[in-house]
Nanobody
Framework: QVQLVESGGGLVQAGASLRLSCAASGRSLSFYAVGWFRQAGKAREFVAGMSRNGDTIYYADSVRGRFTISGDNAENTVYLQMSSLKPEDTAIYYC????????????????WGQGTQVTVSS
């Protein structure tokens, strides 16, 4: 079983950048597809996802061109580089893992981190 811990959130002004980290322990992330989701008081929203071998990547339309997901097998960590942040990006950001292919459905992920808060001021 894999355990996930997110970090890197914070309070920034609009237009700034942040890099979130999702550090895994217990098992290599190379066995899982990994997704980033965010929640701002309503349903958990898909942000970005990466397949086990990193050759397939999905982005939500709202973040495409501004956010980049990447992985470091040596560090057993997946990152979410966020640029040109907007106030509407404010949310708690979660990483999640699932076996099989990437999915944009939060309910298909079995392991979740505790989340990290991102707040973007205007």
């Amino acid at each position: 079983q894999v355990q996930l811990v997110e970090s890197g959130g914070g309070l920034v002004q609009a237009g700034a950048s942040l890099r979130l980290s999702c550090a895994a322990s217990g098992r290599s992330l190379s066995f899982y597809a990994v997704g980033w989701f965010r929640q701002a008081g309503k349903a958990r929203e898909f942000v970005a996802g990466m397949s086990r071998n990193g050759d397939t990547i999905y982005y939500a339309d709202s973040v495409r061109g501004r956010f980049t997901i990447s992985g470091d097998n040596a560090e057993n960590t997946v990152y979410l580089q966020m640029s040109s942040l907007k106030p509407e990006d404010t949310a708690i950001y979660y990483c999640a893992a699932r076996e099989g292919a990437i999915s944009t459905a939060a309910t298909s992920y079995f392991e979740w981190g505790q989340g990290t808060q991102v707040t973007v001021s205007s």
